[in-house]
């Protein structure tokens, strides 16, 4: 299985700190975003993966290399203007040669296991396009995104979660799409929702929405209160 990484945006929330790096090399506990995902899915047996880069782009790849360091096989998907998430996934589509693929917010921290949705990948994917990971919602994000009922995710119900940013997905999904147009991902799911073509699954771990320095610092805080913080690379 493939996966592809997503670290294209400009993190305008995240400024002044994003003024001079992409979003996703920004540090937790010593280590980038960016690198606590590309363990995780090497961990979970995913070797080739997939990032698509815009603001400051250059800058990833020149922090990464060909992911060699961990063990995986990096390709970088470069991208003029940012083609929002299913844009970027549109534009870097061939690279999943027609199989089901995980995608991941290069802005999010989470402890969360990639293995079991990999082994079960195939079966998830026989009567959907999209299988979603959800968490509790944030204080920052009370309302949620989405409900599921029945492991079928809806958009009306009364208990809701957020999206956390990673799922599982089928490339048919993305294929009628314009090619570098960008797109959001939210249209297009609720698109399929209605045909019970989403699956959902809720993950009680850890996980962080880095979306302001505020709540980078947090997060950091609470690795040094209990962590030795390393510096890597």
């Excluded at 968490?135 to 009364?158: S, T, Y």
Aim: charged share 25%; with cysteine; hydrophobic share 40%.
């Amino acid at each position: 299985m493939k996966a592809m990484i997503l670290a294209a945006g400009r993190g305008e929330r995240m400024r002044p700190l994003t003024d001079d790096r992409p979003k996703p090399l920004l540090k937790v506990n010593g280590k980038a975003l960016i690198e606590w995902h590309i363990e995780a899915l090497k961990d979970a047996g995913v070797k080739d993966i997939l990032i698509n880069t815009c603001w400051l782009g250059d800058m990833i790849p020149e922090y990464l290399g060909d992911g060699s360091y961990w063990g995986v096989n990096l390709t970088f998907s470069p991208e003029a203007k940012a083609l929002e998430t299913a844009g970027g996934i549109r534009h870097a589509l061939d690279f999943f040669e027609g199989q089901p693929f995980v995608v991941v917010n290069g802005d999010v921290w989470s402890d969360i296991d990639f293995e079991p949705m990999v082994n079960k990948a195939e079966e998830l994917m026989q009567k959907a396009q999209a299988h979603l990971v959800l968490v509790p919602n944030p204080a920052h994000h009370p309302r949620g995104d989405f409900v599921l009922e029945k492991n079928l995710v809806k958009e009306k119900g009364e208990i809701r979660w957020t999206f956390s940013g990673i799922g599982l997905y089928q490339p048919k999904l993305f294929e009628s799409l314009p090619q570098n147009q960008p797109y959001p991902l939210g249209p297009l799911l609720r698109q399929v929702m209605d045909y019970e073509q989403v699956t959902g699954e809720v993950f009680e771990g850890k996980w962080h929405d880095i979306g302001t320095p505020q709540r980078l610092q947090q997060l950091n805080d609470s690795f040094s209160k209990s962590h030795k913080v390393i510096e890597f690379k």
